[in-house]
T-cell receptor, first 115, second 113 residues
Framework: NAGVTQTPKFQVLKTGQSMTLQCAQDMNHNSMYWYRQDPGMGLRLIYYSASEGTTDKGEVPNGYNVSRLNKREFSLRLESAAPSQTSVYFC??????????????FGEGSWLTVV | TQLLEQSPQFLSIQEGENLTVYCNSSSVFSSLQWYRQEPGEGPVLLVTVVTGGEVKKLKRLTFQFGDARKDSSLHITAAQPGDTGLYLCADPNGSGNTGKLIFGQGTTLQVKP
């Protein structure tokens, strides 16, 4: 059972380049999320998709765009990468919304360096 | 948005020692989750606490939710090198009923053999 799969695992970009991080889940979850993790900052929500066809901004959306391609896939795009976007990016999913039994599952992370 | 403060930020101890890490907020939590993240991996849910005063145990880990539901602690007894990792608390209701988790900044634990 693959769970949440992210690609690529590692990427180095030059300032101004664009790229897309791909995420797919095979758990038939409705909600998907993109977080970034920086030292001493915990995880901060970039964008989320509560269900197929909807996307909303999180805490730190500037410089990013997302696409909920279908129920399985949620991509994160950097149109013009900046050094401040150097981070570890995590995709996550859960069944939908929150209740006491609704666990969120994370991918293994994508390490992005912008030089 | 509710802010979660975790302490300490870093902890380095010897195998066999006990430790406690804390998660505090100025607001009341509806519920609170604890995650562990190992190097090179995503966070994994350890426990959810819901009721004020609740205590949950997971082997050598004891989780407590404050009576007023504004704080929580994680106590590890006889720490092992395998406990090394980043411990994160999270508020699953930080922004309404969307499962939009709000995380604390984490406590990095290193257990030396």
């Amino acid at each position: 059972n693959a769970g949440v799969t992210q690609t690529p695992k590692f990427q180095v970009l030059k300032t101004g380049q664009s790229m897309t991080l791909q995420c797919a889940q095979d758990m038939n979850h409705n909600s998907m999320y993109w977080y970034r993790q920086d030292p001493g900052m915990g995880l901060r929500l970039i964008y989320y998709s509560a269900s197929e066809g909807t996307t909303d901004k999180g805490e730190v959306p500037n410089g990013y765009n997302v696409s909920r391609l279908n129920k399985r896939e949620f991509s994160l795009r950097l149109e013009s990468a900046a050094p401040s976007q150097t981070s570890v990016y995590f995709c996550a999913s859960n069944l939908s919304g929150w209740n006491s039994g609704n666990t969120i599952y994370f991918g293994e992370g994508s390490w992005l360096t912008v030089v | 948005t509710q802010l979660l403060e975790q302490s300490p930020q870093f902890l380095s101890i010897q195998e066999g020692e006990n430790l406690t890490v804390y998660c505090n907020s100025s607001s009341v939590f509806s519920s609170l989750q604890w995650y562990r993240q190992e190097p090179g991996e995503g966070p994994v849910l350890l426990v959810t606490v819901v009721t004020g005063g609740e205590v949950k145990k997971l082997k050598r880990l004891t989780f407590q939710f404050g009576d007023a539901r504004k704080d929580s602690s994680l106590h590890i007894t006889a720490a092992q090198p395998g406990d090394t990792g980043l411990y994160l608390c999270a508020d699953p209701n930080g922004s309404g009923n969307t499962g939009k988790l709000i995380f604390g900044q984490g406590t990095t634990l290193q257990v030396k053999p």
